[in-house]
Every structure is written in structure tokens, then in C-alpha cells.
């Protein structure tokens, strides 16, 4: 089913504080050049998509917001993915284009869309990072990254990609399959699956060697990496289907701004985050068409497979380590899932 957004974009947020080494970060040469300020934003090396074709548009539309006082170099070999936001917050980067879903193990609330049955459209994340949770989210980056969060946007659906199809729960069983986030790995560990952790750089080839039997990942990445040469399996299941990553700027480099000059960023870049939102499910059609040109044949479970797959049995080890986590942490797990139920009406459909 094809879903859409009928809600506008967010309200912008305003000029928060920025960041960055501001050594690294700012090229002052004497007062009135046409170019004050220039950054470098670490993104991951993705081809054809949404991540990565919405960062490929920061440089130029900064500029533009900013009269050319603004300029901004992409760069997808600075930083590999694990330290995309670390090195935001270390000054290694005055900018990056993180991944929440990275850094879950350390603070499960940036996990919250991987929890399986929790969130599983885009308009879902939508209105939950509207209601609370981005709000919420901005304040960790800023108090545990050092960094401030400009946008939010999320990869394509997530999808499974497998040498063998992989179509019932019992199908699941002994398959090693490469996962990216601890509550997809807990629920693979419940099904009798093999969860297997793997850097991007090494999956083609563990597929190649059958280290590795398929894994999960995004549409538009695993389109991007042609994949499915060696996994021709593409079976969407639901689980965890919306992975978000963040456009961050170090605290200090957006601090060396002027107001001035952070409020026509900001401005952009709330704009950029409503394309990023309202056409996500255009970058997710454009790569399953083309895929589907190439041969590949898409699978949905069905509603009476997915019920097998969400019982208690299989999904409650996965809240239950997300819970212990959140504690660990020193907040209230329990009550936080219950807060994003209730903002989904999810509360009233037990």
C-alpha cells in the first residue's frame, strides 16, 4: 500500500548552536570575501540514494541561502560510518551526515525505529519525530556528540536481501545474515537466524564466499550496491523498515557564525528536511523500478506470516534488552515505547 503525507513539514527550529573545529571549520582571509566560512561534511559512500542525493544538494543550496558566504565540501572517505558522528563531536569534522541507528547500542533511543511492530512507515516517523522524539534527539546530540542536528531524513525502506528466499519464520533458521542494529540482531537471535555484524566493505565479498547469506539494508542502498547480482531475494518483512540519519554540525563551527548567517542555514536546511520527508517514498519507487527492470522480483509477507514473526515469542527478547538498556542508561524504556504507542494510536488497537 502506498502511503502518503498529507501533514506539512516541520516547524523550523530556528537557529540552534552549531559546530565544528573551528580551526578546521572557518576560513576567515580578511573580512569582506565573498566566502567566509568553509566546511566539510562527511557522508557515507552510497550511490543512488535518498541519503546521499539529498547531501549532494547541501552545497549548493547553502550557498545560495547564504549569498555564497557559506560553502560546504562533501567528502565520503574522511570517516567511516561507526565514527561519522563521533567525529563531529572530537572536531575531527566540522560536519557529518550521521546514523542514528549506529549509535543504538550506545543510546537506545535512537534505535526506537528498529524495535520491531513499533514504526513502520515513514508517516510513523514522521509524526513521532514531530510529536517528541526529534526534539528529544536534538538534545542528545547536542549533549552527548557536542553536535547540533540541522535536518532529519531516513534511508529507503529496509528490505531483505537473500541468496535463498526467505519467506517463512522457519526459513529464518541457521541463516547467517548480515544485520546493523542490536534490536534487529536480538530478534534474529530469536528466530534461530545467525546475526552477523559486518563493515559495508565487506559484504559483497561475504556474500561472494558465503560468509554471509543475505542481510538487511536499505532499498536504495542495496540497489546502489547491486546486491541482488548475488542476492536475487528481495522480501520486504517490516522489520525495522525506517532507518533515520541526521545532517550534524559540531557546536563550536556553528557558534563562529553570525545569527545571521545560522538562521539562512537553519532556514535551508528545514527546507531540505521537509524533501527529505515528503519525498522519501520517490527515491524507495525509483529504485525498486529499476531493479524490477533488471529482473529482480520484490516479496511483502503477508499479513499471516508477519503475525508468525511479531508473536511475543520472537519480539519480546528484543524489548526486553532495549528496556535493560534504556535503565542502563537512566531512563524509563518501558515508558518511553508506551509514549510513542500512544502518539501512533497504537495504544488503542490491543
Not at 547553502?62 to 560546504?72: L, M, R, S, Y
Not at 564466499?209 to 541482488?228: A, K, M, N, P, V
Request: hydrophobic share 40%; glycine share 8%; with cysteine.
Amino acid at each position: 500500500m502506498n502511503e502518503t503525507l498529507s501533514r506539512t513539514p516541520r516547524v523550523p527550529r530556528g537557529a540552534l548552536g552549531l559546530a565544528a573545529g573551528a580551526a578546521a571549520l572557518l576560513a576567515l582571509a580578511g573580512g569582506a570575501q565573498a566566502q567566509d566560512y568553509d566546511l566539510t561534511i562527511a557522508v557515507l559512500p552510497s550511490p543512488h540514494t535518498a541519503y546521499l542525493k539529498m547531501a549532494e544538494t547541501i552545497p549548493d543550496r547553502i550557498a545560495e541561502a547564504t549569498g555564497g558566504k557559506v560553502k560546504i565540501t562533501l567528502n565520503d572517505s574522511l570517516v567511516g560510518g561507526p565514527q561519522i558522528a563521533a567525529a563531529v563531536r572530537d572536531g575531527r569534522v566540522p560536519m557529518s551526515s550521521a546514523l542514528h541507528t549506529y549509535l543504538a547500542a550506545e543510546e537506545p533511543r535512537m534505535g526506537i525505529f528498529n524495535l520491531p511492530g513499533l514504526i513502520d512507515n515513514m508517516p510513523e516517523y514522521a509524526y513521532v519525530c514531530e510529536a517528541f522524539w526529534c526534539e528529544d534527539v536534538d538534545a542528545i546530540w547536542l549533549e552527548r556528540w557536542n553536535a547540533i542536528s540541522l535536518a532529519n531524513g531516513a534511508w529507503c525502506t529496509q528490505q531483505l536481501f537473500s541468496k535463498e528466499p526467505i519467506r517463512t519464520v522457519e526459513d529464518f533458521r541457521n541463516k547467517k545474515l548480515r544485520v546493523h542494529n542490536p534490536q534487529t540482531a536480538a530478534l534474529m537471535d530469536a528466530l534461530g537466524a545467525k546475526p552477523v555484524p559486518l563493515a559495508l566493505s565487506e559484504v559483497m565479498p561475504a556474500l561472494e564466499r558465503g560468509i554471509i547469506d543475505g542481510l538487511f539494508t536499505s532499498t536504495c542502498y542495496g540497489h546502489g550496491q547491486e546486491y541482488w547480482r548475488l542476492a536475487p531475494n528481495v522480501q520486504n518483512w517490516g522489520l525495522g523498515p525506517i532507518n533515520g540519519w541526521a545532517i550534524l554540525i559540531n557546536k563550536e563551527a556553528w557558534e563562529e557564525m553570525p545569527e545571521e548567517l545560522r538562521e539562512q542555514v537553519q532556514a535551508e536546511m528545514d527546507r531540505f528536511e521537509g524533501e527529505a520527508i515528503y519525498g522519501y517514498y520517490d527515491f524507495v519507487r525509483e529504485a525498486m523500478l529499476d531493479m524490477e527492470s533488471k529482473g529482480v522480483t520484490f516479496w511483502v509477507a503477508p499479513d499471516s506470516e508477519k503475525a508468525r514473526i511479531f508473536d511475543p515469542q520472537y519480539t519480546q527478547p528484543v524489548y526486553d534488552s532495549w528496556y535493560k538498556r534504556a535503565e542502563e542508561v537512566g531512563f524509563d524504556g518501558k515508558a518511553y515505547i508506551e509514549k510513542v504507542r500512544q502518539t501512533l494510536g497504537k495504544d488503542l488497537l490491543r
